[in-house]
């Protein structure tokens, strides 16, 4: 497994566009003329210069975005023309009155917008293509899925009394960067029905909530699964979108002034796990050996009086407790999440990067009818076009140029897999007992 929004982060830069000299043409941000390869995207194909991208791109300017003003401040993301060129406003908060957009300062061009915009779908391609093409998810495979935490829920008799605590689970990965956990449905137990209480996701990088879902219940001491919001509660070792720091815990967690009535605690013993030798046991043995193998799980507890509100109070004044669960229960699963390890390898992608690119591009330039200029005056007919993209039976266009790239990246990374842990089980997949 690989995040598409990470590696378009971690790849930005990687080729760049080299700036016009032109000054009627859009300028282009300056997080797109850098190339920390050396490679720039007119070295693979002189079609990919700047001066053509800006005339078969968009007209933005004809696009009804106004007149900018020296007398208005413009919200963040605001879009206005400035001398026939379009712009759009990039300081938070709001752009500087009289700031014009031209200095480039609090504002960039829309075209600079529509080429990330490009770039990072040619990411999304190449990677899309690697693993349906040249099977590269075959590699990386789900160690497990949908795993328990344990079996069986709790004693209806065994409340936790409820006195104003934070209380959850704290999970750690105990392998760095190729792991990812999932935390697909999180098992509930109270004694009252829950018209509404948040669920929260933190890490020890930040104090305020990395996500949160609100919970209900219908029954009361009934244990109910619920399903996690997609995405939101994938627990990375380093996750750059987010800003999570590389290590550090992860703690899910609620607020029992936010509930009704009292958790039903399950009797499990978190630190020391099932007993292996007992016979009544031993599934949940098995499981904990399956679970524990990668990640630890520890419950825990902050006091009133050291809550920060909604945010992650000071760690240092948690207090664990092994065998209290606070009503809860996960379903997880742990993938290999090779991401952090292909841009580490950033040399093997800039040239299918730059192949992907110039296809799309000359895709683009072939096929969308809101190009504004006729090929001829980009020195190349339709025919001519489509020729540099598919070649023929006896000259090689980017299309099968791309191809071998894939496929000789797809082999290189394929190695990656040596960083996998070993011996890892079988797929495996446990329903709710």
């Known amino acids: ?28 941000d300056s997080s797109l003329t850098s190339s920390t ?13 700047t001066d053509t991208l800006t005339k078969v791109g968009p007209n933005f300017a004809a696009e009804n975005y106004g007149t900018w003003s020296n007398l208005v401040s413009y919200p963040l993301g605001t879009r206005k023309n400035y ?51 040249k099977k590269l998810n ?8 949908d795993v328990q935490l344990f079996t069986g829920a709790g004693r209806l008799e065994d409340t936790i009394t409820n006195s104003g605590k934070m209380v959850g689970l704290r999970i750690d990965l105990k392998k760095i960067n190729n792991i990812k956990a999932v935390l697909n449905y999180i098992g509930i137990q109270f004694s009252a029905i829950q018209a509404g209480f948040n669920i929260y996701l933190y890490h020890s990088s930040r104090k305020e909530p990395v996500a949160s879902m609100a919970i209900t219940t219908t029954t009361a001491y009934k244990f109910e699964w619920k399903l996690l919001t997609s995405g939101s509660f994938d627990l990375n070792f380093v996750d750059f979108i ?10 899910i967690a609620y607020f029992e002034d936010d509930i009704t009535g009292n958790a039903i605690n399950k009797s499990y013993d978190f630190e020391e796990g099932p007993c292996s030798g007992c016979s009544n046991t031993k599934d949940e043995y098995r499981i904990y050996n399956l679970w524990n193998k990668y990640v630890d799980v520890m419950p825990f507890y902050f006091l009133p009086a050291d ?60 096929y969308n009818p809101t190009m504004r200029i006729n090929p001829e005056e980009i020195n190349a007919n339709q025919q001519t076009i489509l020729y540099e993209r598919d070649g023929d039976a006896n000259t090689e266009g980017i299309k099968q140029r791309l191809g071998k790239a894939i496929s000789a990246l797809a082999e290189d990374l394929s190695k990656i897999s040596a960083a996998l842990p070993e011996n890892r089980p079988s797929r495996m997949r446990y329903g709710a007992i």
Not at 17 to 22: G, L, P
Not at 324 to 340: F, K, R
Request: overall charge negative; hydrophobic content about 40%.
């Open 83 to 133: 001398k026939n060129i379009a712009y759009q406003c990039t300081k938070i908060g709001g752009s500087t009155i009289g700031t014009l957009p031209s200095a480039l300062t609090e504002w960039k061009t829309v075209f600079s917008v529509w080429l990330s915009e490009k770039y990072n779908a040619s990411v999304s391609n190449l990677f899309n293509r690697l693993a349906v093409e």
């Open 37 to 49: 390869s050396g490679s720039y995207f007119d070295d693979i194909h002189p079609l990919m210069h």
């Open 307 to 366: 809550l920060d509100g909604t945010n992650l109070p000071d760690t240092e004044k948690i207090y664990l407790t092994p065998t209290t669960n606070y009503g809860l229960n996960l379903s997880l699963s742990v993938v290999p999440d090779v991401t952090a390890l292909i841009l580490q390898q950033k040399n093997l992608i800039t040239y299918p990067l730059g192949l992907q690119f110039t296809y799309d591009m000359l895709s683009w330039i072939l």
């Open 1 to 28: 497994m690989y995040s598409i929004s990470l590696l378009q982060t971690g790849l930005t830069g990687l080729i760049g566009f080299r700036d016009t000299k032109a000054t009627d043409i859009d300028a282009i």
């Open 138 to 145: 075959l590699s990386t495979k789900s160690l497990f899925e």
């Open 242 to 251: 987010n800003n999570i720091d590389s290590g550090g815990h992860w703690y």
